[in-house]
C-alpha cells in the first residue's frame, strides 16, 4: 500500500466526533435509538476501520475483504457512520432518515438492506457466533485456493461485541469452539462499559470475562482506556498477530462525553436530548445548532478508505489473474463456488430408489446421498452437534475440521445455539455451502439463529432427523410435536419432510436449489417403507412443495400427510378406493414450496370442488387447516409424546389408516 500521510491526531479526533455527532443527531431525528455505544465506540471503531480493516467501499462484495460484524446491532448507527463517511453508497440523508420507512438505515443493521453491512444482528450473541463462522469459512477457502506464493484468500474478521453480547449463552458455545479450532483471523472487541439497560454491570454480570476468554484458549488483551488511540492500535495489531482468537477487553464510558449522560443506563437506548446534544457538541467544538455536520477534514480522512479499497481490490484481482494462469481448474473451481453455482452433473451420482421395494428410515437415505454429494460440491462444510451417526451426517470421506486443518466435516460438540449462529456466517461470507445437523426436537436451541437465516435469506441447511414420535422409546423430550408448525411459522424458511428414499434424494436436491432461504429437512429415525414409483406419482414433485402420489379416477377425497404419515394415509385411501370411495393422496412435504407455486398447480393438487379433506402429521395439528378446510379433518398430536416403541405409539395415539378411513368417511358424510 503507498504509504498515505498518516492523519494528525487533531484530524483524526475530528473524524471521531464527527461519528459521535452522527449517530447523536440520527437518534435525535428519530427520536428513537441508541446514541451511547457509538459514540464510546468511536474511537476504537476510528481506528480499527482507518488502520487495520482491509476493505473497499466501491466494492463492498470483495470477496477478499476482511468482515467487520457489530454484533451489539443496537449500536448502528457507529456502523452507518462509518460506512457513510468511508465512501460506502450510502448518502447522508440515509443517515437523516434513520429507523423510518423505507430507508437504508434500519435500527439495527440488515444484511442485503445497506451496503456493506455483512450480517443482521440485534439479537445479542448472534453476532459472535457469526464471526466465528466467517473465521472457520476464512480458514477452509484459504486451505483450498492459496498456494506457495499465491495468496488469494488472506482476510480477517473483527467484531464488536457488549456486555449483553458476551452474556448471551450462544457466545460462549462460539467462542469455545474458536478457541479449540484457534481461529487466529478473529478479533472481537468487548464493549467493556459497566452498563446495560437495567442498570450497571454489577446487578448481573460479575465475572473475570477475560480469565474466561483466556480458558477458552484465546489471546486475552485489557486496556483500560476507550479513547487511547495508540493502546487500541497497538492491541489490533497484537490481536492480528496472534495465532488464536483474540479478545481486546476494552473499558468505555457509553456516550462518552455527553455530560451529564455518560455512563448512565439512560444513554443506552433513548436520545440524549436537545440539551444535552447541544452541550455535548460545545465540548467537542461542533456548531451546537448545527445538526448532521460534516467537517471536511473528516469526509476527507475518513473518505481515504475509497483509494485504499481500489488500490487492494487490483492488488488482489492481479494477484488472482496470475493464479487463475497458474491454476486454472482451481480458480475456475474458486469463481463457482464464489457464486455459490452448483457443478455440471452434481446431481447425476444420486441413489435412485422407487421400485425395489423394502424399507429405509429417511435419515439414511440422507447419509446414503451426503456420500455422494459431499465430494461433488466440494464446499459442502458442516457437521452435527454431536450425532453425526444418528442424523447421519457423518461422511466417513471427508477430512475433519480442526486446528489444523480445515476439512469440510465440523464436530460442533454440543452446541446447538453456536452450531446455527456459525451457519449464518459461513453462509455470509460467502463460498461455502454450510450445514448443521441434530434431533430435529433440538431446533428449539437454533431457532434465534434459524430466524436470522431466514432473515437474511442465507441458504443454510438444516438436517433434523428424529422427526416426530417415530423417535419411540427415548420418549417426549426427544420427540418433536410443535417443532413443524414453529418452523412453518417462520417467513422464508422451507421446511421439507419427505416420505420415502425417494423423496429425500428430492429434498436436497430443492434445498441446494434455494439460493434464498434455509432449508430444514425434517427426516425419519425409524425405517419407511420406498414407495414403488411405477405405481404411485413421481418423486420429483417434492421440489413443488405438494404432489399428487396416488390418484384413482374420480376421487371423491383428498388425503393429505408428510413424512411417514404418507403410508398411513395411502393404506387408507387405498383401502377406501377399493371399497369405492375413491381417494386422492396428496404428499405434502413442504408448505412452502408448495405456496410457491403457480396457483393452476395447486389448484390440480387440491381442486376447489374437491372439499372433503383429511390431513395427518403425527405433530401438532396447528396450521393443516388452511389445506383442509373447515369442512375437513386433520389427525395429528396436540400433546406431548411418550416413552414407548413407536409402533405402540402410533397406536396408542390412532395415528392409524383405520382412523384416517374413518375421518374421510366423516368428512364426506358431512358435504353430502
Ligand atoms: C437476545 C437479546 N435479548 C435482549 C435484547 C434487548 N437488549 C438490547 S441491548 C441490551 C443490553 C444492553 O447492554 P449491552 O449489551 O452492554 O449494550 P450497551 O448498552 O452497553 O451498548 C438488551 C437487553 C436483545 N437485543 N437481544
Ligand atoms: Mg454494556
Not at 458476551?166 to 469452539?177: N, R, T
Request: glycine fraction near 10%; charge should be negative.
Amino acid at each position: 500500500m503507498p504509504a498515505a500521510a498518516a492523519p494528525s491526531p487533531e484530524t483524526s479526533w475530528t473524524s471521531i466526533n464527527t461519528i459521535r455527532v452522527l449517530a447523536m443527531d440520527a437518534v435525535e431525528a428519530a427520536q428513537s435509538g441508541h446514541p451511547g455505544t457509538p459514540m464510546a465506540l468511536a474511537p476504537a471503531a476510528y481506528v480499527l476501520w482507518s488502520k487495520h480493516l482491509r476493505h473497499a467501499p466501491r466494492h463492498p462484495d470483495w470477496p477478499d475483504r476482511d468482515r467487520f460484524v457489530l454484533s451489539c446491532g443496537h449500536a448502528s448507527m457507529l456502523l452507518y457512520s462509518l460506512l457513510h463517511l468511508c465512501g460506502y453508497d450510502l448518502p447522508l440523508d440515509q443517515l437523516e432518515r434513520f429507523r423510518q420507512w423505507g430507508s437504508a438505515t434500519p435500527g439495527h443493521p440488515e444484511r442485503g438492506h445497506t451496503p456493506g453491512v455483512e450480517v443482521t444482528t440485534g439479537p445479542l450473541g448472534q453476532g459472535v457466533g457469526n464471526a466465528v463462522g466467517m473465521a472457520m469459512a476464512e480458514r477452509f477457502l484459504a486451505e483450498r485456493f492459496n498456494r506457495p506464493a499465491h495468496t488469494i484468500v488472506d482476510h480477517r474478521v473483527w467484531a464488536f461485541v457488549s456486555d449483553g453480547d458476551l452474556m448471551e449463552g450462544v457466545a460462549s458455545e462460539a467462542a469455545s469452539l474458536a478457541g479449540h479450532l484457534r481461529l487466529g483471523k478473529l478479533t472481537l472487541i468487548y464493549d467493556n462499559n459497566h452498563i446495560t439497560i437495567d442498570g450497571n454491570t454489577d446487578l448481573a454480570f460479575s465475572e473475570d470475562v477475560a480469565a474466561r476468554f483466556r480458558a477458552y484458549g484465546w489471546h486475552v488483551q485489557q486496556l483500560e482506556d476507550g479513547n487511547d488511540l495508540e493502546a487500541i492500535d497497538a492491541a489490533l495489531a497484537a490481536a492480528a498477530g496472534s495465532d488464536r482468537p483474540s479478545l481486546i477487553v476494552l473499558r468505555t464510558h457509553i456516550a462518552d462525553p455527553a455530560p451529564s449522560k455518560h455512563d448512565t443506563p439512560e444513554a443506552h437506548g433513548a436520545p440524549l436530548g436537545a440539551d444535552e446534544v447541544r452541550r455535548t457538541k460545545e465540548i467537542l467544538g461542533w456548531p451546537p445548532d448545527e445538526t448532521f455536520y460534516v467537517p471536511p477534514a473528516a469526509r476527507n480522512d475518513m473518505g481515504r478508505a475509497v483509494a485504499r479499497g481500489e488500490e487492494w481490490v487490483r492488488r488482489w484481482e492481479a494477484r488472482r489473474g496470475v493464479h487463475r494462469e497458474a491454476f486454472p481448474d482451481l480458480a475456475a473451481e474458486l469463481d463457482r463456488w464464489l457464486t455459490g453455482t452448483l457443478p455440471d452433473g452434481w446431481d447425476g451420482g444420486f441413489p435412485s430408489y422407487g421400485t425395489e421395494g423394502g424399507s429405509l428410515a429417511t435419515r439414511q437415505a440422507s447419509a446414503a446421498v451426503l456420500e455422494v454429494l459431499s465430494p461433488a460440491l466440494g464446499n459442502l462444510v458442516g457437521g452435527s452437534a454431536d450425532l453425526a451417526g444418528s442424523t447421519g451426517t457423518k461422511r466417513p470421506g471427508e477430512e475433519n475440521f480442526t486446528a489444523d486443518s480445515a476439512g469440510p466435516q465440523v464436530h460442533w460438540g454440543i452446541r446447538e445455539h453456536g452450531m446455527a449462529a456459525c451457519l449464518n456466517g459461513m453462509a455470509a461470507h460467502g463460498g461455502l455451502r454450510p450445514f448443521g445437523s441434530t434431533f430435529l426436537v433440538f431446533s428449539d436451541y437454533m431457532k434465534p439463529a434459524m430466524r436470522l437465516a431466514a432473515l437474511m435469506k442465507l441458504p443454510v441447511i438444516y438436517v433434523g432427523t428424529h422427526d416426530s414420535i417415530g423417535v419411540g422409546e427415548d420418549g417426549p423430550t426427544h420427540q418433536p410435536v410443535e417443532h413443524l408448525a414453529m418452523l412453518r411459522a417462520v417467513p422464508n424458511l422451507v421446511l421439507l419432510r419427505p416420505a420415502d428414499a425417494a423423496e429425500t434424494v428430492e429434498a436436497w436436491k430443492a434445498a441446494l436449489l434455494l439460493e434464498d432461504a434455509p432449508t430444514v429437512l425434517a427426516l425419519t429415525r425409524q425405517k419407511v417403507p420406498v414407495l414403488d414409483r411405477t405405481r404411485y406419482g413421481a418423486a420429483s414433485g417434492v421440489a413443488r412443495g405438494a404432489y399428487v402420489l396416488f390418484d384413482p379416477p374420480s376421487p371423491r377425497a383428498i388425503v393429505m400427510a408428510s413424512g411417514s404419515e404418507v403410508h398411513i394415509a395411502l393404506a387408507a385411501a387405498e383401502e377406501l378406493t377399493a371399497g369405492g370411495t375413491a381417494t386422492r393422496v396428496v404428499s405434502f412435504p413442504s408448505w412452502e414450496l408448495f405456496e410457491r407455486q403457480p396457483k393452476g398447480y395447486r389448484e390440480d393438487v387440491l381442486p376447489r370442488g374437491l372439499r372433503a379433506r383429511v390431513a395427518i402429521e403425527a405433530a401438532a395439528t396447528l396450521g393443516w387447516s388452511r389445506y383442509t378446510g373447515d369442512g375437513g379433518i386433520v389427525i395429528g398430536l396436540d400433546r406431548f409424546g411418550a416413552s414407548a416403541p413407536q409402533e405402540e405409539l402410533y397406536r396408542q395415539f390412532d395415528l392409524s389408516p383405520a382412523r384416517v378411513m374413518a375421518a374421510v368417511r366423516e368428512v364426506l358424510a358431512r358435504s353430502d
